[in-house]
T-cell receptor, first 112, second 112 residues
């Protein structure tokens, strides 16, 4: 069974640009969550989707947005990038809302 | 608000020695508690989870954790460390769903 796939794995952007990250969950998983990981702030919850509906959102500015498609694939978008947005963005999928998350390897974003 | 405190950002043990990683949580309601492990350049992997019932939880790779409500603790242990256990370990808490609050992480080093 294929795991959670995140693309791209690495990307470099400049301040002011926008970026879209993609996540394909494990087959049959209806929930997708996104987390930001940085050395300073650690792992922080961004948002959670279940059957195309956003169920929870973390404490991030409106520049951070996401969506989930009918096939459970998810994308997150960050507009007007800032240096502080440099991070590893982790996507996780699960069958239900139990906290048992299966993580992808992440998309490492560097903002110059 | 929920929070998680992991005591010790770095722990070093000898191969074959006991591993003890400490986690204390604060939550206004009975929480779900988790331990996740992250190997270099990888996503997180669930080690074990506590919901209700038995307070001693067994996980993968020989790890276990004990939920102590009176101490608000959920420490992770393994009787005998192996070199392959070297990684970063995260304790997490959730009230519901997949919105997890993670601790800052503990890097485990295993000496030969």
């Amino acid at each position: 069974k294929a795991g959670v796939t995140q693309t791209p794995r690495y990307l470099i952007k400049t301040r002011g640009q926008q970026v879209t990250l993609s996540c394909s969950p494990i087959s049959g998983h209806r929930s997708v969550s996104w987390y930001q990981q940085t050395p300073g702030q650690g792992l922080q919850f961004l948002f959670e989707y279940f059957s195309e509906t956003q169920r929870n959102k973390g404490n991030f500015p409106g520049r951070f947005s996401g969506r989930q498609f009918s096939n459970s694939r998810s994308e997150m978008n960050v507009s007007t990038l800032e240096l502080g947005d440099s991070a590893l963005y982790l996507c996780a999928s699960s069958v239900e809302l139990t906290g048992e998350l299966f993580f992808g390897e992440g998309s490492r974003l560097t903002v110059l | 608000a929920q929070s998680v405190t992991q005591l010790g950002s770095h722990v070093s043990v000898s191969e074959g020695a006991l591993v003890l990683l400490r986690c204390n949580y604060s939550s206004s309601v009975p929480p779900y508690l988790f331990w996740y492990v992250q190997y270099p350049n990888q996503g997180l992997q669930l080690l074990l989870k506590y919901t209700t019932g038995a307070t001693l939880v067994k996980g993968i790779n020989g790890f276990e954790a004990e939920f102590k409500k009176s101490e608000t603790s959920f420490h992770l242990t393994k009787p005998s460390a192996h070199m392959s256990d070297a990684a970063e370990y995260f304790c997490a808490v959730s009230k519901y769903g997949n919105k997890l609050v993670f601790g800052a992480g503990t890097i485990l080093r295993v000496k030969s």
